[in-house]
């Protein structure tokens, strides 16, 4: 009887987690989450900034092309229109240059991009701006075509 005794207490014991080995892991799983988490928690502003980048960039091929055509770059703050369709005064307009249905997009904020020609940074071109994720001209997260080299 003795020996039936002791079995039963090893196989309870070997049974189930101690309360040691269950701290255990979730003081790892913790850890592990405060390392892991920021990384991913970051990359969604990361890839809006990337394609608010990247459509700049769009803008301002399509801009040169037309500017090559028509000897002008688009003027006023609509001029991005002029992309897709043909303003009055543009006499060799061979556009559209960009294929955007609906309209010039909006960055990846849900904002309108700022254009403005003759630009203040750019006085003998063009400004292309996004406001980024603060929507406020003028701060750090601005995301501009006179700063995409730097």
């Not at 207490?9 to 101690?18: M, S």
């Not at 801009?63 to 991005?80: I, M, Q």
Request: with cysteine; charged share 25%; net charge neutral.
């Amino acid at each position: 009887m003795k020996l039936k005794t002791q079995d039963s207490r090893l196989k309870t014991r070997t049974a189930g987690f101690t309360l040691i080995e269950l701290l255990l892991v979730l003081v790892i799983l913790g850890i592990l989450a405060a390392i892991v988490v920021p990384k991913f928690a970051n990359r969604g502003e990361q890839a809006r900034q990337t394609a608010a980048k990247t459509q700049i960039a769009a803008f301002s091929t399509a801009l040169s092309a037309f500017e090559v055509d028509n000897g002008y770059y688009p003027k006023g703050k609509d001029g991005l229109m002029a992309l897709i369709q043909k303003p009055s005064d543009a006499q060799n307009w061979r556009g559209p240059y960009l294929e955007e249905k609906g309209g010039i997009p909006n960055d990846p904020w849900g904002r309108p991009y700022f254009y403005e020609c003759p630009g203040k940074h750019n006085a003998s071109s063009y400004d292309i701006m996004s406001s980024g994720f603060d929507g406020r001209e003028g701060t750090e997260d601005d995301i501009t075509n006179w700063q995409q080299g730097k």
